[in-house]
């Protein structure tokens, strides 16, 4: 009925599909059909104000934007249920921390945009989702994106975006739209967040054995056997994401991103220090074991060198990692470089 309704409309051409592909899906062959510079759309279910479009096109020309978003968590009048504002918030930040710009409304489901940014948006995915994958996208390519608010009035009939099955998928396609453009962002911080935890556990423990005390608890041997695993789990997850950083520039053929927050920490790459980070974790870890096999022949008691063989262990296969993992980062730097070099030595031997 209501397509019978938008065909008779003056100056609407409607298509149709066989079958229902999903929202996405129906997006994407209109955006597909379109035929001008820009494209604008709505989500049809009374919430978003179409006469909101003139302010849209108006940022978008004045600004020189790529994507303008309409955004109804930008303090516009809303209507918007408690529990889908959490969850448009929730999206959001995670769009904004996978990405290091910040957005307000990752998922709202009125836009305007240049119809020529499609190629580098593009693949998006029929459901849902398509809509906080397409800020992700665009975000990482380095689009200009901006927001106009908009006021959001209760939606006309019943949602079909269920909150935890939809709220799910729409975090883990943002997820993993970000990796496939920047993994040691995301990778990077879980591993820092390993890091600290075996950091803060190691630090109780030598407060402790300052103090006298050579024994743990029940608690205090889990901590410490929580603090292992995620010192080595860590240290492998932060190399894990900077050694798919080369595999994405490999495969975009794009100079490497550098830097967890939007730019490098220091003047030169950090994994360019591996090695010697490695060897001296290595050189430490070696050391520290000599030292208490050493003592342990003097006498002293296991429960007073047991910590530091177990420093000893963990700083050489942490050791041992970083210079694999800078290995591994030579040989994928090379072959990112290898087809510019190629370029360069084709022009001099042309020369």
Known sequence: MKAELVAVADGVRLINHRTNGGYGAALKTGFAAAQGEWIGFLDADGTYP?????????????QDADIVIGSR???????????????????????????????????????????????????????LNLTPVMSTRALHEGLKMIEVPIPYSERCGRSKLSVVRDGMRFAQSIVWTALTYNPVRLLGLIGLACLAVT????????????????????????ALFTAAVLGVAGVSVFLLGVMFNYLVAIFYKRPIRQGLFGR???????????????LLALLTGILLAVASLALSLHGWPADRLWFWQLGAAMSAIIGVQLVIGWFIMRVLEELSQREARVAGDMRANGG
């Open 199 to 222: 950091l803060a556990v190691a630090l109780w423990i030598v407060a402790q054995r300052v103090q006298g005390i050579t024994t743990l608890s029940p608690w205090g041997i889990f």
């Open 264 to 278: 490098p920490l220091f003047r030169s790459p950090l994994d360019r220090h591996f090695w010697w980070l490695g």
């Open 73 to 127: 968590m930008a303090g516009a009048a809303s209507e918007m249920p408690a529990v889908r504002r959490v969850g448009n918030f929730l999206f959001a930040n995670l769009v904004s921390l996978v990405s290091a710009q910040h957005i307000t409304d990752s998922a709202s489901g009125m836009r305007v945009f240049k119809k020529s940014v499609l190629e580098r948006i593009y693949p998006l995915p029929d459901g």
């Open 50 to 62: 179409p006469e909101s479009f003139p302010a849209l096109c108006r940022a978008a020309l004045a």
